[in-house]
């Protein structure tokens, strides 16, 4: 009888759980800044660390529209400095604009204005934002610069209880407070009961807490247990530490991946929903070397399909190595690769397959681990039993992927 486990799972940058096929925005960074690109375009999310200030910084977008009727903010008095909520960057331009909390532009001297420490506060958060953002679109190509070996088993890393205990309630010390409950019975009788709902309130939230606490260490120690078993080729465990694992992973942009032990835990059966082409990030950014300001260089149609399919098979070739080094029984890996898109027959949306690859576990360990950044990942997985229809210049044709 053929034994099966599915699961699936959703994958995505810096996050344990983040998933959409469609409307969905992807959040990465750094402390004091980021980037976030969605169905509405790329912006880029600084703040002025000890400034109190903060920034949403449009870098894919045209003029900044506003609002009808609405009249360019003037500060509210003559001389006065007004304190910009957001900024927004034109594209053609790249000049930065300020915005206020209504999302209109302000007077230029706005930006201009503010001390010297402020402006470096800032354009160090530009800085950073830009080399982020840079950082993971050269990481879309090189995902599968971080398989692991067939043989090296994930470590499971202990995931801490982070929940803050709650602090029980004290009484105030005030001379006020103190007299009061002396010469006011009425006063007295109000605060007691006061009091006394505190503490049972800190009695429930304590009791709520300690369950939190222990229902966290239960299931840590579960992942300890299913890791141990994994390790003696538990099927079942196996697809746990998998799942677990992958959800650990710094993926570039959401993933979702299904996938489905068989054959008594010998074959591992892959589905991966992939972004599709234009959710990509097709630029590439440059901070201003002086004055605050960030400029945008898109990248060409054939740039934009090479790295989609540079990233397609990266995504692939990391699955397989994480597949067999999370679950040492598998000896074989189906991979089949998707993506969602318009039914013209039909209406709606269908999965459109654009490679499926089988790939046993004794070719896999013939590749050199401790090299992987001299493989071409589109390239690599030519040497196994690959179904794909694509052009020299990235174009994906529909395939029918391997059954299993």
């Not at 008095?77 to 007004?82: C, E, N, S, T």
């Not at 999302?103 to 402020?118: M, Y």
Request: glycine fraction near 8%; include cysteine; hydrophobic fraction near 40%.
């Amino acid at each position: 009888m053929t034994l099966r486990f599915r699961r699936t799972l959703r994958i995505a940058p810096g996050l344990r759980l983040n998933l959409g096929k469609r409307g969905v925005s992807v959040s990465a960074g750094v402390r004091g800044a980021g980037v976030t690109l969605g169905r509405q375009g790329l912006y880029g999310n600084v703040g002025a660390p000890g400034t109190g200030l903060s920034y949403r910084t449009r870098l894919e977008a045209g003029k900044v529209q506003r609002a009808p009727g609405a009249r360019r903010a003037a500060p509210s008095r003559a001389g006065a400095r007004q304190i910009p909520s957001a900024l927004a960057l034109e594209a053609d331009s790249g000049q930065l604009l300020a915005l206020d909390a209504e999302g209109h532009p302000l007077d230029d001297s706005s930006l201009r204005g503010h001390s010297g420490a402020i402006l470096a506060e800032l354009q160090a958060a530009v800085t950073a934002l830009v080399a982020e953002h840079n950082r993971r679109l050269d990481a879309l190509a090189r995902l599968h610069e971080g398989t692991p070996a067939p043989d090296a088993f994930p470590e499971c890393l202990a995931l801490p209880f982070d929940v803050p205990a709650p602090e029980a309630p004290r009484r105030p010390r005030s001379v006020w407070y103190i007299l009061g409950r002396l010469l006011l019975p009425g006063y007295r009788r109000i605060t007691d009961r006061e009091w006394q709902a505190q503490g049972q309130e800190y009695q429930d939230s304590e009791q709520v807490w300690a369950r939190q606490q222990a229902l966290h260490a239960a299931r840590e120690q579960q992942r300890q247990q299913a890791y141990a078993s994994a390790l003696q080729g538990d099927p079942a465990a196996e697809a746990l530490v998998l799942e677990d694992h992958l959800e650990d992973i710094d993926w570039p942009l959401p993933t979702e991946a299904s996938f489905e032990l068989r054959d008594q835990g010998r074959t591992l059966a892959l589905d991966v929903t992939l972004p599709d082409a234009d959710s990509l990030p097709g630029l590439r950014l440059r901070a201003y070397q002086r004055g605050l300001g960030i400029s945008v260089a898109r990248l060409s149609a054939t740039a934009r399909r090479t790295l989609y399919s540079q990233h397609a098979h990266a995504i692939g070739f990391r699955l397989i190595g994480e597949a067999f080094a999370a679950a040492p029984s598998v000896e074989r890996v189906i991979l089949s690769a998707c993506t969602v898109r318009a039914d013209e027959l039909r209406g709606g949306q269908r999965d459109v397959y654009l490679y499926s690859v089988q790939v046993s576990r004794d070719v896999w360990g013939d590749i050199r681990f401790d090299a992987l950044t001299d493989i071409d990942p589109v390239a690599s997985l030519d040497q196994f039993e690959l179904r794909r229809d694509m052009t020299v210049t990235g174009i994906f044709r529909e395939i029918e992927p391997f059954g299993g």
